[in-house]
């Protein structure tokens, strides 16, 4: 798959796996940039067998060092809900025509954008509780993940309606998607088939992107400040929704 590759396509794949490295160390909203290009490289659902072995790689990552910051209270409240998105999901996106595809991508992110900058700028909207809410992220998070890793936009919407700290954000996101994404991989290796040999020799080839992304994302991070972390997010957020949008 990757032996015959373009250099510019060797580089856009080495990008999107640096910047999936960059999403799982903590600057959330930046991911939605890797499944534009890794849809541009390979389309909209054969990109998501490449890139859900790396999300499990990057997810490992994250679960080792911020495991310790999870707020498990939110964890089981989204979990069984996006399970069962993610089996609607599967039965929906089998044979979905990549057209719809991508443009189901591209509106769901620009909806999401909308409702995080309302969420942040009205400052005096009550945390969401009930239970509503929480089963519409759920399984709306779920549904995208399967379709094409997305989920990280409406995960953020939560964790920012909950106004989690930083760090609690990120590590409870990290065994979130951890659990999440090796729930899948059965569905695309066996259901799907684009997960195959050759797609994880791919993988391999561009884990040394994804680590050093990784990295380099933990040293920015760490100088964020929790005050600006919600801004980031939306920022990184809105800049990745456009990109989709535009792919389409």
């Given amino acids: 798959m990757l032996l015959s590759a373009s250099f510019i396509c060797w580089i856009l794949i080495l990008l ?7 999403s799982k160390a903590g600057l959330k909203g930046i991911d939605m940039m890797n ?12 990109s998501t067998g490449v890139v859900l072995p790396l999300l499990c790689a990057a997810d490992i990552m994250a679960v ?37 595809f991508r443009k189901i991508m591209a509106v ?8 995080m900058i309302v969420l942040e700028f009205r400052k005096t909207m009550p945390i969401p509780s009930n239970k509503l ?32 700290p930083k760090n609690d954000f990120i590590g409870t996101a990290a065994w979130v998607f951890l659990v ?30 994804l680590i050093i992304g990784f990295v380099i994302g933990l040293k920015i991070v760490s100088k964020i400040k929790d005050d600006n972390y919600r801004k980031i997010v939306i920022a990184l957020t809105l800049i990745g929704a456009i990109a989709i949008f535009f792919k389409r």
């Fill in 35 to 46: 499944v534009t290009i890794m849809a541009i490289v390979f389309g909209g659902k054969a």
């Fill in 108 to 115: 769901i992110i620009v909806l999401t954008v909308v409702i």
């Fill in 180 to 209: 999440i994404n090796l729930f899948k991989l059965p569905f695309q290796i066996f259901y799907w088939k684009n997960i195959t040999t050759s797609t994880l020799y791919t993988d391999l080839l561009l884990l040394p992107a």
């Fill in 64 to 100: 080792l060092y911020y495991h310790r910051h999870a707020q498990w209270v939110h964890f089981w409240k989204l979990i069984p809900w996006m399970v069962v998105g993610i089996l609607v999901g599967v039965f929906v996106g089998k044979d979905l025509n990549e057209g719809i």
């Fill in 16 to 22: 999107a796996a640096f910047i999936i490295g960059l």
């Fill in 133 to 164: 809410f929480v089963a519409n992220m759920g399984l709306i998070a779920g549904f995208t993940t399967m379709l094409g890793n997305l989920a990280g936009a409406f995960s953020n919407i939560y964790f920012l309606a909950m106004r989690m």
